[in-house]
T-cell receptor, first 114, second 109 residues
Framework: EPEVTQTPSHQVTQMGQEVILRCVPISNHLYFYWYRQILGQKVEFLVSFYNNEISEKSEIFDDQFSVERPDGSNFTLKIRSTKLEDSAMYFC????????????FGDGTRLSIL | RKEVEQDPGPFNVPEGATVAFNCTYSNSASQSFFWYRQDCRKEPKLLMSVYSSGNEDGRFTAQLNRASQYISLLIRDSKLSDSATYLCVVGSGTYKYIFGTGTRLKVLA
């Protein structure tokens, strides 16, 4: 079964540094998402991406965050200047269609900010 | 009112028991509904979509009540392997999916 893959599985970074989290969505999917989950808390929507632009973003997704689809396969989340509170699990997801399609999740990147 | 609400639990049930979870949502225009399960420190995995007429997949039954704005999940004949957190997810428009906080289930031997 096709999978969403994420790299790295664990990223440790000093506060203030930039990080790029990578995702390869399922190949024929068109809609891409990033979520985060702080330890012990709920999964929180960050951003959705379709047709090479952001479709919707949450309040969490401020100017420190950006997303990009640099080629036909990768979908990246960049955090420009990391803060301690950015420590979380970051999940990428994709769907094949709009609206009522279920999302398929990657196994996440654990981001630890020191 | 939270967009998607769930009782966090934990629900501790013996093997073989039937257990039900509810989830309420605030946006009456919500279009799609799902149940996911999440094991500790793992990614959410789709359990089932929820359709207007209700649907069943083996021991799992999901129902949607649009008038009261809630969805439910029923698990029959609980197994130890059902122990996990069950996440209610509501599609709010085309590009946004909102997660509930999740309900923890522990099935006891």
């Amino acid at each position: 079964e096709p999978e969403v893959t994420q790299t790295p599985s664990h990223q440790v970074t000093q506060m203030g540094q930039e990080v790029i989290l990578r995702c390869v969505p399922i190949s024929n999917h068109l809609y891409f998402y990033w979520y985060r989950q702080i330890l012990g808390q709920k999964v929180e929507f960050l951003v959705s991406f379709y047709n090479n632009e952001i479709s919707e973003k949450s309040e969490i997704f401020d100017d420190q965050f950006s997303v990009e689809r640099p080629d036909g396969s990768n979908f990246t989340l960049k955090i420009r200047s990391t803060k301690l509170e950015d420590s979380a699990m970051y999940f990428c997801a994709s769907t094949g269609g709009a609206g009522n399609q279920p999302q398929h999740f990657g196994d996440g990147t654990r981001l630890s900010i020191l | 009112r939270k967009e998607v609400e769930q009782d966090p639990g934990p629900f501790n049930v013996p093997e073989g028991a039937t257990v039900a979870f509810n989830c309420t949502y605030s946006n009456s225009a919500s279009q799609s509904f799902f149940w996911y399960r999440q094991d500790c420190r793992k990614e959410p995995k789709l359990l089932m979509s929820v359709y207007s007429s209700g649907n069943e997949d083996g021991r799992f039954t999901a129902q949607l009540n649009r008038a009261s704005q809630y969805i439910s999940l029923l698990i029959r004949d609980s197994k130890l392997s059902d122990s996990a957190t069950y996440l209610c997810v509501v599609g709010s428009g085309t590009y946004k999916y909102i997660f509930g906080t999740g309900t923890r289930l522990k099935v006891l031997a």
